[in-house]
């Protein structure tokens, strides 16, 4: 069995975020599995430099350790370019040109099955001279999967059993970035990752992300979700409950 952690090097780790790390080593190094490090840094705009080894030191000074070189997302491009090839090829991709504001009003609008916030899919039923407009206005698309409403169940080890509608995710931003659920299937699957560990937060994008695999052809690791970290008041921990950091204790 392979386990992994996977942090974002966009901020110091929270507590939360090392237990997590904590239980998903403890998980995989009592079932004498390996366990990867990887670093999803494709965020450009809210990674910040440094920060990479910050989290490395303070999940070493926890006690956590892994198998092989850490990872980083950034030196993966190209598996990820792939990937959209391949949904190109089945066509699952398509071009959206919705702003923020736009996605929210027609999210707000629509009725059915898809999840509160949903993407509705205004841009899957664009007419081709409405396509050619929004090509020729010079805004770069994001790219969405065609995921029709798909339905995906799974059984998480920590929640038992869950399910979700998988709406019309993007897989890559407007400003050419990698979206996480793209790169988290692709690289799961790529490292031969069979038990995902992470905080329940993101519970709700497993759906997605099965489904992702499954339409890439992939292996679909298990899951299992921990709670999050709350402070007394009941809401996630936070600073203003006290010390959130390795530092701050
Ligand atoms: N990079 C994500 C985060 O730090 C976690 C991704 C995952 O474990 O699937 O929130």
Redesign the pocket.
Same mark, same amino acid.
């Given at each position: 069995m392979i386990g992994?952690?996977?942090?974002?090097p966009?901020g110091v780790l929270h507590i939360g975020?090392l237990r997590?790390a904590l239980l998903?080593w403890l998980f995989a190094r009592s079932a004498g599995a390996r366990f990867l490090m990887?670093m999803?840094d494709l965020d450009v705009g809210r990674v910040r430099p440094g920060l990479d080894v910050a989290q490395l030191e303070d999940l070493a000074a926890v006690g956590v350790d892994w198998d092989g070189p850490v990872e980083y997302q950034s030196a993966r491009l190209s598996l990820y370019e792939a990937a959209l090839d391949r949904l190109r090829e089945e066509r699952l991709l398509y071009e959206c040109y919705c702003t923020r504001a736009e996605i929210h009003e027609a999210a707000s609008a629509a009725h059915g099955p898809l999840p509160e916030g949903a993407y509705p899919g205004t841009c899957l039923r664009l007419s081709a001279a409405e396509l050619a407009e929004k090509r020729a206005s010079g805004r770069p698309p994001a790219l969405r999967v065609r995921a029709g409403g798909a339905s995906v169940a799974f059984v998480d080890r920590l929640l038992g059993p869950l399910s979700g509608v998988v709406d019309d995710f993007v897989v890559r931003r407007g400003d050419g970035a990698f979206a996480?659920n793209l790169a &988290?299937v692709v690289d799961?699957a790529g490292q031969g990752v069979e038990e &995902?560990?992470?905080?329940s937060?993101?519970a709700d994008?497993t759906p997605r992300?099965l489904w992702l695999a499954r339409a890439l052809g992939l292996p679909e690791p298990s899951h299992a979700h921990v709670p999050l970290v709350l402070g007394p008041d009941g809401a996630r921990l936070a600073k203003r409950h006290g010390a959130v950091t390795l530092d701050d204790v």
């Open positions: 992994r952690f996977a942090p974002s966009t975020n997590t998903a990887r999803e996480y &988290v799961d &995902v560990v992470r905080g937060d993101l994008s992300q």
